[in-house]
């Protein structure tokens, strides 16, 4: 049973517009969600993250969005850039579970010039 | 500039060779992971570790075995190795939430 789901597996934006890439969650109990970005034959890197107890984080261009009530969150870029042309994994995680990271499927972003 | 290294980034090998993936982190971190993944798919979590001489099986079942006799090295082998374990292998640690991944093994079994 997937924990983490992202149902998009691919977005297509246009350069200078917004993207917006979407996870939905079916753990309750979770109560840290973190954003990475990944490149081709390299790691994921770490974006953004939201606690539980806030609806919203914001650094730079990226900002998440939490909704809890609807188990669903949200990452919105803008502007977009081609260099955020990447696949984009959302990621839950709760505390008493010493902090091991839930994974979804990853959306590949592709911002074209 | 990493912090976690992980060797070779490739590897190619013959069915049945046994093979280590070296995961090594800077940090002092206590916590490190092993994941593997599919393209298009999550990343599944196969064993981790809370400290030395401390490691758990993860989520999806593996054939894989780990050791963790140094906090910073968390080596991965596999004794016979088989098609079905050609994936991309990622090595992470972490401090609370913060996880450092490092630039992954890409095995391919033939």
């Known amino acids: 049973d997937q924990q983490v789901k992202q149902n998009s597996p691919s977005l297509s934006v246009q350069e200078g517009r917004i993207s917006i890439l979407n996870c939905d969650y079916t753990?309750?109990?979770?109560?840290?969600f973190l954003w990475y970005k990944k490149y081709p034959a390299e790691g994921p890197t770490f974006l953004i993250s939201?606690?539980?107890?806030?609806d919203k984080n914001e650094d730079g261009r990226f900002t998440v969005f939490l909704n809890k009530s609807a188990k669903h969150l949200s990452l919105h870029i803008v502007p977009s850039q081609p260099g955020d042309s990447a696949v984009y994994f959302c990621?839950?995680?709760?505390?008493?579970?010493?902090?091991?990271?839930?994974f979804g499927q990853g959306t590949e972003l592709s911002v074209k010039p | 500039e990493a912090d976690i290294y992980q060797t070779p980034r490739y590897l190619v090998i013959g069915t049945g060779k046994k093979i280590t993936l070296e995961c090594s982190q800077t940090?002092?971190?206590?916590?490190m992971y092993w994941y593997q993944q599919d393209p298009g798919m999550e990343l599944h979590l196969i064993h981790y570790?809370?400290?030395?001489?401390?490691?758990e099986k993860g989520d999806l079942s593996s054939e894989s075995t780990v050791s963790r006799i140094r906090t910073e090295h968390f080596p991965l082998t596999l004794e016979s190795a088989r098609p079905s374990h050609t994936s991309q292998y990622l090595c992470?640690?972490?401090?609370?939430?913060?996880?450092?991944f490092g630039s992954g093994t890409r095995l391919t079994v033939v």
């Open positions: 992470a640690s972490s401090v609370g939430f913060g996880y450092t």
């Open positions: 753990n309750s109990m979770f109560d840290y």
């Open positions: 939201i606690s539980s107890i806030k």
């Open positions: 990621a839950a995680s709760q505390y008493n579970q010493g902090g091991k990271l839930i």
């Open positions: 940090m002092g971190h206590d916590k």
């Open positions: 570790s809370y400290g030395v001489n401390s490691t």
